[in-house]
């Protein structure tokens, strides 16, 4: 069970430590963290999958410290490796690049592309045995950028590291309010929750509890119901409320008791808008009408777990589907990181909310999409497009 004290990973800092093999990226990691938390060695290659762990860190709070495999990996399993290397890069969102003294035009092209993507990065000298003043001097004359210098062992380069992080720290990196512009302090507001088979026993799921501590911070009055409890919630209100969150699959009987008075919006709605790209997923919508029984859709789905009676995104979404284009409609179904480099076979791609994920790698995702031209939705926005109401849905 998830500890609901602890920031959930896809709201953390996430900061990534990259470099070749043996360039000191494991034993920098260790050191801001203050424990033994990656494998140390000589022997090139012991990272092999990315280390993440999840710690506050003084000046900076949450955060999530990525160690990855070395970039210069070789043979087959070690393309594997890179790979992994590079997902977590598309998660990254302050980068820290160790240079080695070797193959100075591979970490140069690794800082381009760190850059290219807006992820502030951070150079760093520390177990190449060349003449490291001359290094960084060349180090700065192709990237503007001057690296710091740490010590092996020296017991202060931690606290450099995390001085030097602090700077970096991009404008706004805590996540803002879910709710603000929806809500005002004093506002009731309901939320509709279904308690089906893929709704963990004996608790919530993580978008419900961080909405409802969003609407406690900003001062709102929380009632909470299923939707077959939905009459006996309104009934018992003096007033109708502000506002109605539902999970997306509720959307049409809960808009049909719906007070007028009310607005209505969905949990995965809130979160497209959180940490995506809100307009581009509203955009992506416009093509559904068009689909038809020669269209291949993708839904990419953040969680991973085995597929249930009820899912949302591999039973309801696509019945949708071909409900609206066809049963001969292609429909692929991935989870995880699990998200196509070529994204052109596909005339539309449905995304989750996204609430396991942090906004940088989700963006990522939407880059790609807008790069190929290809459109992109949410699940919230396609079901109230499903639901013909999606012009009366509050989305930001």
Same mark, same amino acid.
């Given at each position: 069970m998830t500890d609901l004290n602890s920031t959930p990973a896809g709201n953390r800092l996430h900061i990534g430590f990259f470099g070749r093999?043996?360039?000191?990226?494991?034993?920098?990691?260790?050191? $801001? @963290?203050?424990?033994? *938390?990656?494998?140390?060695?000589? !022997? &090139?290659?012991?990272?092999t999958? /990315?280390?993440?762990?999840a710690m506050e860190l003084k000046g900076i709070g949450p955060v999530e410290l990525i160690d990855t495999a070395?970039?210069?990996?070789?043979?087959?399993?070690? @393309?594997?490796?890179?790979?992994?290397? #590079?997902?977590a890069a598309e998660k990254t969102d302050i980068a820290v690049l160790l240079f080695s003294g070797e193959g100075l035009d591979e970490e140069l092209g690794w800082m381009r592309r760190f850059r290219q993507r807006k992820t502030p990065v951070l150079p760093v000298i520390a177990n190449a045995v060349?003449?490291?003043?001359?290094?960084?001097?060349? !180090?700065?004359? &192709?990237?503007?950028?001057r690296p710091i210098l740490l010590?092996?062992?020296?017991?202060? @380069?931690? #606290?450099? $590291?995390?001085?030097?992080?602090?700077?970096l720290l991009p404008e706004?990196? #805590?996540? /803002?309010? *879910?709710? &603000?512009? $929806?809500?005002?302090?004093?506002?009731?507001? +309901?939320?509709?929750?279904?308690?089906?088979?893929? @709704?963990p026993k004996g608790r919530l799921i993580l978008p419900e509890v961080q909405t409802i501590r969003d609407l406690l911070d900003n001062r709102c009055t929380v009632v909470g119901c299923t /939707?077959?409890? +939905?009459?006996?919630? $309104?009934?018992?209100?003096?007033? &109708? /409320?502000?506002?109605? !969150?539902t999970d997306s699959q509720a959307f049409g009987a809960v808009y049909a008791k719906k007070p007028d008075a009310s607005r209505l919006t969905s949990f995965s709605i809130l979160f497209a808008a959180l940490k995506g790209d809100i307009d581009y997923y509203l955009e992506g919508a416009k093509v559904i009408p068009a689909l038809n029984e020669s269209s291949r859709v993708l839904i990419a789905e953040c969680c991973t777990h085995a597929p249930q009676n009820e899912d949302i995104g591999r039973v309801k979404i696509p019945k949708l589907l071909r409900k609206l284009a066809g049963e001969g409609i292609r429909i692929d179904v991935l989870g995880g990181t699990d998200f196509p480099e070529d994204l052109s076979p596909y005339a539309l791609v449905i995304q989750c909310g996204a609430c396991m994920f942090n906004r940088k790698y989700v963006l990522s995702r939407i880059a790609r999409a807008k790069q190929q031209g290809v459109p992109m939705t949410n699940y919230g926005v396609f079901l109230a497009f499903a639901n013909g109401i999606l012009d009366k849905v509050a989305v930001q």
């Amino acid at each position: 069970m998830t500890d609901l004290n602890s920031t959930p990973a896809g709201n953390r800092l996430h900061i990534g430590f990259f470099g070749r093999r043996n360039s000191g990226k494991s034993t920098l990691v260790n050191a $801001l @963290a203050g424990q033994k *938390i990656a494998i140390v060695s000589d !022997i &090139a290659g012991t990272t092999t999958d /990315p280390v993440y762990k999840a710690m506050e860190l003084k000046g900076i709070g949450p955060v999530e410290l990525i160690d990855t495999a070395g970039f210069d990996d070789e043979g087959e399993l070690g @393309a594997l490796r890179v790979k992994k290397t #590079e997902l977590a890069a598309e998660k990254t969102d302050i980068a820290v690049l160790l240079f080695s003294g070797e193959g100075l035009d591979e970490e140069l092209g690794w800082m381009r592309r760190f850059r290219q993507r807006k992820t502030p990065v951070l150079p760093v000298i520390a177990n190449a045995v060349c003449d490291r003043a001359a290094l960084a001097a060349e !180090i700065e004359k &192709a990237a503007g950028q001057r690296p710091i210098l740490l010590e092996k062992d020296d017991p202060s @380069a931690a #606290e450099t $590291l995390r001085r030097e992080l602090i700077r970096l720290l991009p404008e706004g990196f #805590e996540l /803002p309010s *879910i709710t &603000a512009n $929806l809500v005002s302090a004093g506002d009731t507001v +309901m939320l509709v929750m279904p308690q089906d088979s893929s @709704a963990p026993k004996g608790r919530l799921i993580l978008p419900e509890v961080q909405t409802i501590r969003d609407l406690l911070d900003n001062r709102c009055t929380v009632v909470g119901c299923t /939707p077959e409890g +939905m009459d006996a919630a $309104l009934a018992a209100l003096r007033k &109708a /409320p502000d506002l109605i !969150i539902t999970d997306s699959q509720a959307f049409g009987a809960v808009y049909a008791k719906k007070p007028d008075a009310s607005r209505l919006t969905s949990f995965s709605i809130l979160f497209a808008a959180l940490k995506g790209d809100i307009d581009y997923y509203l955009e992506g919508a416009k093509v559904i009408p068009a689909l038809n029984e020669s269209s291949r859709v993708l839904i990419a789905e953040c969680c991973t777990h085995a597929p249930q009676n009820e899912d949302i995104g591999r039973v309801k979404i696509p019945k949708l589907l071909r409900k609206l284009a066809g049963e001969g409609i292609r429909i692929d179904v991935l989870g995880g990181t699990d998200f196509p480099e070529d994204l052109s076979p596909y005339a539309l791609v449905i995304q989750c909310g996204a609430c396991m994920f942090n906004r940088k790698y989700v963006l990522s995702r939407i880059a790609r999409a807008k790069q190929q031209g290809v459109p992109m939705t949410n699940y919230g926005v396609f079901l109230a497009f499903a639901n013909g109401i999606l012009d009366k849905v509050a989305v930001q």
